[in-house]
């Protein structure tokens, strides 16, 4: 049973919170403004920068009871996702300074009753067995480096999270599963049907220890190298995906339901992220209206 759609914050600058307001009105609430109306989104995953608490507060002061803040996202570890090595790197290490240390992020998000937090399974692994999870927390996993390989290093982990008394789960990202050079390289749609077949297997040659939550992450936008392929001209591709997604959704791949849906609507610019503007504003509002549509059609929102 999906109980939950969410959006990622980074939609309308990573820094959401601070940069909640542009010109006066609400970044995030001009681009959800369908779907928040329809009360189709249960609320948003938050990125987990520095400053966190100040920023959760002045969510909730914009937002009140019509979009929650259901989990925070902190760092991802400094491994490069795959593509260009050096340059994500760089901007992986850039930002995971930018975010509020682990240890810490678990710490403070203790008092906070129904907000999850979220980690990629690098930064989890290694040194990270030394942390302490606050109990009860809902902790999330996501894949981080390409392949299904990756994939299944990420349900080890959330079981022995697990074995430990953590209340983990498992998040599919499943641009980084395919990897940017095959987002890329035009080669898209043969890439995502074999995506299907090899979860699918996944599925029936990897069986959990015991049942774990699922969710899934659905980027789109037109950083080409972190994003599905969801703005084609025709909506063919878009269909295709939304509806393989729906499939995900009722278990077809996880073999039980999928918990959340984290969808995340990226900018045009990684510069966008930390400085919005009216006209990124206006292109991501475009952008999710087809998308919000075609979801809706997909049985996936609404
Ligand atoms: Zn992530």
């Given at each position: 049973?999906?109980?939950?759609?969410?959006f990622?914050?980074?939609?309308?600058?990573?820094?959401?919170?601070?940069?909640l307001?542009?010109?006066?009105?609400s970044?995030?609430?001009?681009?959800?403004?369908?779907?928040?109306?329809?009360?189709?989104?249960?609320?948003?995953?938050m990125?987990g920068?520095?400053?966190?608490?100040?920023?959760m507060?002045?969510?909730?002061?914009?937002?009140?009871?019509?979009?929650?803040?259901?989990?925070?996202?902190g760092?991802?570890?400094?491994?490069?996702?795959?593509?260009?090595?050096?340059?994500?790197?760089?901007?992986l290490?850039?930002?995971?300074?930018?975010?509020?240390?682990?240890?810490?992020?678990?710490n403070?998000?203790?008092?906070?009753k129904?907000?999850?937090?979220?980690?990629?399974?690098?930064?989890?692994?290694?040194?990270?067995?030394?942390?302490?999870?606050?109990?009860?927390?809902?902790?999330?996993?996501?894949?981080?480096?390409?392949?299904?390989?990756?994939?299944?290093?990420?349900?080890?982990?959330?079981?022995?999270?697990?074995?430990?008394?953590?209340?983990?789960?498992?998040?599919?990202d499943?641009?980084?599963?395919?990897?940017?050079?095959?987002?890329?390289?035009?080669?898209?749609?043969?890439?995502w049907?074999?995506?299907?077949?090899?979860?699918?297997?996944?599925?029936?040659?990897?069986?959990?220890?015991?049942?774990?939550?699922?969710?899934?992450?659905?980027?789109?936008?037109?950083?080409?190298?972190?994003?599905?392929?969801?703005?084609?001209?025709?909506?063919?591709?878009?269909?295709?995906?939304?509806?393989?997604i729906?499939v995900?959704?009722?278990?077809?791949?996880?073999?039980?339901?999928?918990?959340?849906?984290?969808?995340?609507?990226?900018?045009?610019?990684?510069?966008?992220?930390?400085?919005?503007?009216k006209?990124?504003?206006?292109?991501?509002?475009?952008?999710?209206?087809?998308?919000?549509?075609?979801?809706?059609?997909?049985?996936?929102l609404?």
């Amino acid at each position: 049973m999906l109980r939950s759609v969410e959006f990622s914050t980074d939609a309308a600058g990573a820094a959401a919170g601070t940069l909640l307001n542009l010109n006066g009105y609400s970044v995030l609430g001009e681009i959800y403004k369908p779907a928040i109306a329809d009360g189709c989104i249960n609320g948003v995953e938050m990125i987990g920068l520095r400053g966190l608490p100040q920023r959760m507060e002045e969510f909730k002061r914009s937002f009140g009871d019509r979009l929650e803040i259901r989990c925070v996202h902190g760092r991802t570890g400094n491994l490069p996702t795959s593509g260009d090595r050096s340059k994500t790197r760089i901007i992986l290490q850039t930002a995971n300074t930018l975010m509020v240390p682990t240890q810490e992020l678990l710490n403070g998000i203790k008092g906070y009753k129904d907000v999850a937090v979220l980690f990629h399974r690098p930064e989890l692994d290694g040194s990270g067995s030394k942390l302490i999870f606050p109990e009860n927390k809902r902790v999330w996993v996501e894949n981080h480096t390409e392949g299904i390989p990756e994939l299944k290093e990420t349900v080890v982990l959330v079981e022995d999270l697990r074995e430990r008394g953590v209340n983990a789960g498992v998040i599919i990202d499943f641009c980084h599963v395919i990897g940017s050079v095959d987002l890329q390289n035009g080669r898209f749609p043969d890439r995502w049907r074999n995506l299907m077949d090899q979860l699918k297997n996944f599925r029936k040659e990897f069986k959990p220890r015991e049942p774990i939550p699922w969710g899934i992450h659905v980027a789109w936008g037109t950083e080409p190298s972190d994003s599905l392929p969801l703005t084609d001209k025709t909506g063919k591709v878009r269909q295709e995906i939304l509806d393989d997604i729906a499939v995900v959704i009722d278990g077809e791949i996880t073999g039980m339901p999928i918990e959340r849906v984290v969808f995340e609507c990226q900018s045009e610019k990684v510069a966008d992220l930390f400085i919005p503007n009216k006209a990124t504003v206006g292109q991501l509002t475009d952008r999710f209206g087809v998308i919000y549509e075609d979801c809706q059609e997909a049985g996936i929102l609404g």
